[in-house]
């Protein structure tokens, strides 16, 4: 294998590992807003004593979740992306117009993660005011932005590289190449869910047919006699 295949390809495993441990804390986080939130109501309503830090944890868990969301959409290519322009080029162009877009994009997270580095000393100064453990704040404002940041722009690094290569040796993009395959599963699971709907809703209406000949069958042999 090409040296720079080698590499492209352990990058993206890479970057797949650590897409999946981002989309497992997302869920954690989102589970845990729905049981405090659930909890919250059930001790509000039902026993009229609130957990004054419901509200604050459910806070915090939607800042982590938004900004590894943000993450693991890049790793996926779900952000918006409008292709009007780009899509009329050649294929060798569209990919050279693809590294420069990626590039200023990884530019500016680049930018943004040492800017929330320099401020989390400011910000570690403050505290949580109702959660059960003293936490300073940094740990729900900067910090998420700097792990998302950094997050992207390494992913965004890898695609910078995987778009020269293709520019130069037509290499396929394997973030490319997993976002069809998933998109492909997603287009086989709803065809299979709609031929299981489409034979449920067959049997139904056979059921009833059936159900209707014996009603009239029935009907008949009384009029017979």
Same mark, same amino acid.
């Given at each position: 294998?090409?040296?720079?295949?080698?590499?492209?390809?352990?990058?993206? +495993?890479?970057?797949?590992?650590?897409?999946?441990? &981002?989309?497992?804390?997302? *869920? @954690?986080? @989102?589970?845990?807003?729905?049981?405090?939130?659930?909890?919250?109501?059930?001790?509000?309503?039902?026993?009229?004593?609130?957990?004054v830090?419901?509200e604050?944890?459910?806070?915090?868990?939607?800042l982590?979740?938004?900004?590894?969301?943000?993450?693991?959409?890049?790793?996926?290519?779900r952000?918006?992306?409008?292709?009007?322009?780009v899509? +009329?080029?050649?294929?060798?162009?569209?990919?050279?117009?693809?590294?420069?877009?990626?590039?200023?994009?990884?530019?500016?997270?680049?930018?943004?993660?040492?800017?929330?580095?320099d401020?989390?000393?400011?910000?570690?100064?403050? +505290?949580?005011?109702s959660?059960?453990?003293? @936490?300073?704040?940094? @740990?729900?404002?900067?910090?998420?932005?700097?792990?998302?940041?950094?997050?992207?722009?390494f992913?965004?690094?890898?695609?910078?590289?995987?778009?020269?290569a293709?520019?130069?040796?037509?290499?396929? *993009?394997?973030?490319?190449?997993?976002?069809?395959?998933?998109?492909?599963?997603?287009?086989?699971?709803?065809?299979?869910?709609?031929?299981?709907? &489409? +034979?449920?809703?067959?049997?139904a209406?056979?059921? &009833?047919?059936?159900?209707s000949?014996?009603?009239?069958?029935g009907?008949?042999? &009384?009029?017979?006699?």
């Open positions: 294998m090409d040296p720079t295949d080698l590499v492209l390809a352990r990058w993206w +495993r890479l970057l797949e590992v650590i897409g999946r441990l &981002e989309r497992l804390i997302g *869920v @954690l986080l @989102l589970s845990t807003i729905v049981v405090s939130i659930t909890v919250q109501v059930i001790t509000r309503y039902l026993f009229g004593q609130p957990l830090w419901v604050e944890l459910a806070g915090y868990c939607f982590w979740g938004v900004f590894l969301g943000a993450a693991v959409g890049m790793k996926e290519l952000h918006i992306r409008i292709d009007t322009f899509s +009329r080029l050649s294929a060798r162009a569209q990919a050279l117009w693809r590294v420069l877009t990626w590039g200023i994009a990884t530019a500016c997270c680049v930018i943004i993660a040492v800017q929330a580095w401020i989390m000393d400011v910000e570690s100064r403050s +505290r949580t005011m959660l059960p453990v003293d @936490l300073p704040r940094h @740990l729900f404002y900067s910090t998420p932005l700097f792990v998302c940041t950094v997050s992207i722009a992913t965004g690094l890898y695609l910078v590289c995987a778009e020269l293709r520019a130069a040796h037509t290499r396929p *993009v394997d973030a490319e190449q997993a976002r069809q395959a998933r998109e492909q599963a997603a287009a086989e699971a709803d065809a299979e869910a709609d031929a299981i709907a &489409e +034979r449920i809703a067959s049997g209406r056979a059921a &009833e047919a059936a159900g000949s014996v009603a009239q069958a009907q008949g042999g &009384e009029d017979a006699r």
